[in-house]
Nanobody, 126 residues
Framework: QVQLVESGGGLVQAGGSLRLSCAAS????????MGWFRQAPGKEREFVAL????????RYADSVKGRFSISRDNAKTTVYLQMNSLKPEDTANYYC???????????????????WGQGTQVTVSS
């Protein structure tokens, strides 16, 4: 079992930055690939950024490439999402997710993730 708790969301003006954190419980954090997903009202959940178990591989949605950066600290069992140059279209509830996987595979499909946090709201004003 892995429990995930996100933090760091809030209200920010367009062009600003936020750093989301996702703290994971459990001693097997390094056995999980991690992802950040987001869901806006009336829209499907979409992947934002993914990182493999070791942190060596990452993958980003085209809409956030060059602006967002995902990283993880396995010693602290935490994954981060640094969001820069935020846009109003980035407004959504952001979720952290874990997938038991020690390969270099990075799946963008939400249904392939085993555990989810409760989400943290990010609102970007224009």
């Amino acid at each position: 079992q892995v429990q995930l708790v996100e933090s760091g969301g809030g209200l920010v003006q367009a062009g600003g930055s936020l750093r989301l954190s996702c703290a994971a419980s459990g001693r097997t954090f390094s056995s999980y690939a991690m992802g950040w997903f987001r869901q806006a009202p009336g829209k499907e959940r979409e992947f934002v950024a993914l990182v493999n178990w070791s942190g060596e591989r990452t993958r980003y949605a085209d809409s956030v490439k060059g602006r967002f950066s995902i990283s993880r600290d396995n010693a602290k069992t935490t994954v981060y999402l640094q969001m820069n140059s935020l846009k109003p279209e980035d407004t959504a509830n952001y979720y952290c997710a874990a997938r038991a996987d020690t390969s270099f595979t990075l799946s963008p499909r939400p249904y392939e993730y085993d555990y989810w946090g409760q989400g943290t709201q990010v609102t970007v004003s224009s």
